[in-house]
């Protein structure tokens, strides 16, 4: 193989085993070492008995290797692919309510550009165009001295998280829950950078570049390219964001510059940004058209085909929330008569206005308590105190509402890429007899 492999050994293992098997031992059998050059390679010694591993088998070194998959900053993430890097979060390891860099979620389509390991922004710019008064050329120091800079808790959620219930199933990463997160982003805002531009009064969308390069290698590709409607972007808690957490942004998720559009779906928020196009039209980069980001403008049932031209592209995520604690399988001692209960709660372009959570499956919902966000766009903490009346098993399960009237549903709401799974979260626990 003289191509660098489309995709990780993981998924290619579960897609096509045969070719995974071809990748990993070649056609003696010995360990191809160029197929495991890009992902660390572990091995790296013949396998005497290789001729009977039975195909399709994930040799478990690889499997069970530290190495091979872990992403450098991260703490007990899991990986679900590692070309290009894609990684969740448990739902008990996102219990903070800001989330640590370590705790946040990844999602690439393509691959981190090398200024994002190199850390060198000497040669770096962004370019603002289009339809602008004055097309911008920015460095950053530019952005950081000429324009105010803010800091605000900002939820960012992956619009296929979820998708792993589909059923049909849909194709992509494997997202349970844990595609979210909220992370304190410092930046300044876009509108800000938007009206030093002028925009014209044609603009409606932005057009978003970066430095990551598609996964076929070849530069005239973008991994992604996608943008917003301009009030979207004009929204004061959009950012061009330089900072998570009070640090330069991590090399996975934007350095040194991203976008944070919060309560869109992720694919908003471009990371490792170099250019904004103003467009006089809705932008047509990388993954804005098809079926990528994009649900039926109607409700389909399960498996339904769906003509292409009846999909449109996902605006505001749905209202949604998570049990961060106690982490499912929580085994309480004979005789605990009540748990605490505790997890948090966001809406897309909304606010939440109350949580429910349910011990008895959906029978009866108890109200829990609610925090107001810091600030629009923060997850809200939520928490109750919920009595277990005797021994035995129990689900809880919590369902936010939002000030709409918006509530979660218990099944998914079911659609071809399986995007906007906001259905409720449950979890288990049990009392000893
Ligand atoms: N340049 C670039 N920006 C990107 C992506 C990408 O692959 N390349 N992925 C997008 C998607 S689909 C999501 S969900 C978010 C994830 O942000 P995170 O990795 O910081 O959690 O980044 C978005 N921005
Ligand atoms: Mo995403």
Redesign the pocket.
């Known amino acids: 193989m003289t191509t660098q492999p489309e995709r990780g050994l993981r998924e290619l293992y579960d897609d096509d085993p045969e070719r995974a098997d071809a990748l990993v031992f070649g056609r003696r059998r010995f360990l191809a070492q160029s197929a495991l050059a890009g992902m660390g390679a572990v091995l790296g010694l013949a396998i005497p008995f290789g001729r009977y591993m039975p195909a399709g088998l994930i040799p478990v070194a690889l499997a069970e290797s530290e190495d091979a998959f872990v992403i450098p900053g991260k703490d007990g993430l899991t990986v679900l692919n590692d070309r290009?890097i894609n990684a969740e979060t448990p739902a008990h390891l996102l219990d903070d309510e800001i989330t640590p860099n370590s705790r946040?979620?990844?999602?690439?389509?393509?691959i981190v550009p090398e200024r994002a390991e190199t850390r060198d922004v000497s040669d770096w710019r962004l370019t603002v165009d289009g339809e602008v008064e004055t097309p911008l050329t920015l460095t950053l120091g530019d952005l950081k001295s000429r324009f105010k800079t803010v800091s605000y808790a900002l939820q960012?959620e992956?619009?296929g998280n979820g998708r792993a219930a589909f059923n049909p199933p849909a194709r992509g990463n494997q997202w349970t829950v844990g595609?979210i997160?909220n992370a304190k982003w410092t930046g300044v805002r876009l509108r800000d950078v938007l009206k030093a531009a002028g925009i014209r009064d044609a603009a409606v969308y932005t057009g978003h570049y970066?430095e990551?390069l598609h996964l076929s290698g070849n530069p005239e590709k973008d991994?992604?390219s996608r943008g917003g409607p301009i009030d979207k972007m004009m929204e004061r808690h959009t950012l061009l964001a330089f900072e998570m957490n009070g640090e330069a942004l991590p090399a996975?998720?934007?350095f040194p510059v991203?976008i944070v559009a919060p309560g869109w779906?992720?694919?908003v928020?471009?990371?490792?940004l170099r250019r904004i196009w103003v467009r006089d039209r809705v932008h047509d980069g990388a993954k804005m058209t098809g079926t990528s980001y994009r649900v039926p403008a109607y409700p389909v049932s399960p498996g339904q085909r769906v003509p292409k031209d009846d999909f449109r592209i996902i605006e505001a995520m749905l209202v949604k929330s998570l049990i961060t604690f106690p982490k499912s399988g929580l085994e309480l001692a004979a005789g605990t008569r009540s748990v605490e209960v505790r997890g948090h709660a966001w809406a897309g372009e909304n606010r939440v206005a109350r949580l429910d959570v349910s011990r008895d499956f959906g029978a009866t919902w108890q109200q829990a308590k609610l925090s107001a966000p810091p600030n629009r766009y923060s997850w809200q903490r939520w928490r109750a105190a919920v009595d277990l009346p005797g021994p035995g098993y129990y689900e809880i399960w919590a369902r936010a509402t939002d000030e709409s009237g918006a509530s979660q549903p218990f099944a998914i709401d079911w659609n071809p890429k399986g995007y906007l799974n906001n259905s409720l979260h449950r979890i288990t626990v049990t009392v000893a007899a």
């Open positions: 290009p946040h979620f990844v999602r690439n389509n393509g960012l992956c619009g595609a997160g970066s990551d991994a992604i996975q998720h934007g991203r779906p992720g694919s928020s471009q990371k490792w």
